[in-house]
């Protein structure tokens, strides 16, 4: 079996890198391909790719290019984990939306809506190329605006799937606080790519019984702290909401706080130059402890399990991913790209049936895809009138002003990557 991964490069990579080794049996690589056109990452990443699976057995092969064609000739599995103008245009879309009074974030709000544009293009292009390589490849996309990237790759007719780690991370988070295995956790999970909530916790599977009212009594303190979001909320709500949902709840302040901080791109970027630092290390055969700030956490074993359902030709295996609605929520379009438990097997991702949604959550997931139809439209096709009308669509900004000044700021910050501005 011959995985890619596009972005090879990334920081990220030991994390993927180190799944694959431990859940070797699950998904069993003979080769995985490591691309990006970095020189400078690549070469540390992929040595210390290399330490990793020798540390642990793997018999794969890790190989290194930057040739795209040639790192996805043949392959089984794409996996797409890009960021298109790196940290310096992650750094952008975390301030200037701070201007006009609104969250500077990169996957929501203006700074979202700017890196989808940057990246809808470059994703396309890059799956155009892996269809006329290899036809038959599946897409896994961690890319970020997930929800607008997959549906971008769907639309286009390829064999994709969408996957986030916010699911995966509530389970294990769950898990631990019920000392159970993370397996004996089911997530009654629905809504967006990053707009999420938890409506119900398993025990034993899908027809196990609900913990989540014992869940959010016993431990909603420690939840709510790590949501940062108030406890009496949770316990009116009596659901577990994403910790993107902060965005929506206290998006003012949170404003005020990202106004007298430094940003997490900076942070990130800097944590990025320790660990490049550190994978240049021959003596390094691990990931090392810095790589758990960095984000992504229990990436790779999300992403081990969907490739395995994809390519395994098994039964079908459940996992929350992001993939068409089809029907799933009935006040949603048919090809609106949702994040629920799906059923997926060689044929793709089929989304499980899910109980009627609250007006209060099915409110804001139709406004968000509203949003998403738009930036998508923006992405595609460019043009000024398309960001405004896409920036006024969205929930966290809603005003005219406010729109037009995001407007012009993000294509000031963005030209070098907009082919139309």
């Known amino acids: 079996m011959k995985l890619a991964v596009v972005g090879g490069g990334s920081t990220y990579t030991p994390e993927l890198v180190d799944g694959f080794a431990r859940l070797r049996d699950t998904l069993p690589i003979g080769e995985l391909v490591l691309v990006d056109p970095a020189a400078d990452r690549l070469e540390p990443v992929g040595a210390l790719a290399r330490r990793i ?163 959010l009594a016993e431990h909603g303190d420690v939840i709510a702290g790590d949501l940062r979001l108030p406890r009496e909320l949770l316990d009116r709500l009596g659901v577990v909401p994403s910790y993107y949902l902060r965005y929506f709840y206290a998006h003012d302040e949170v404003v005020r706080e990202l106004a007298t901080k430094p940003s997490r791109a900076s942070e990130v970027a800097a944590m990025e130059r320790r660990l490049l630092e550190m994978y240049g290390d021959p003596a390094l055969d691990e990931k090392p402890e810095l790589l758990s700030r960095r984000g992504g956490a229990f990436y790779s074993e999300a992403a081990v399990d969907l490739a395995a359902a994809l390519l395994g030709g098994a039964a079908p295996r459940r996992q929350v991913v992001n993939t068409y609605n089809r029907g799933t929520l009935p006040f949603l379009p048919d090809d609106a790209v949702i994040e629920v438990q799906a059923a997926v097997d060689g044929s793709g991702a089929a989304p499980l049936p899910v109980p009627e949604v609250d007006p209060l959550y099915a409110g804001l997931i139709g406004h968000v895809t509203a949003y998403e139809d738009l930036a998508l439209e923006a992405a595609l096709r460019g043009g000024r009138d398309r960001v405004f009308r896409a920036l006024l669509a969205h929930p966290l900004i809603g005003q005219y002003d406010r729109a037009e000044g995001l407007t012009d700021r993000l294509i000031a910050h963005n030209r070098e990557h907009l082919t139309w501005a």
Do not use: Y
Not at 160 to 178: D, S, W
């Open 53 to 215: 699976f020798a540390r642990q057995g793997h018999e794969g092969v890790v190989t290194t290019t930057s040739d795209l064609q040639a790192g996805v000739e043949g392959a089984d599995a794409v996996l797409l984990q890009l960021r298109v103008g790196g940290q310096a245009a992650r750094e952008r879309d975390e301030t200037w939306p701070l201007e006009c009074g609104c969250v500077g974030q990169e996957t929501t709000g203006a700074g979202g809506l700017a890196k989808a544009l940057r990246t809808v293009p470059v994703v396309l292009d890059i799956a155009e190329r892996v269809r006329r390589a290899s036809p038959r490849a599946w897409i896994i996309d961690f890319t970020n605006p997930v929800g607008i990237v997959t549906r971008a790759l769907l639309q286009a007719g390829h064999r994709a799937v969408g996957l986030c780690n916010v699911a995966i991370g509530f389970q294990r988070r769950f898990a631990r606080l019920l000392d159970v295995t993370p397996d004996a956790v089911h997530l009654d999970h629905v809504g967006l790519n990053h707009l999420t909530w938890e409506r119900g916790v398993r025990l034993g599977g899908p027809d196990g019984e609900d913990v989540l009212p014992k869940l």
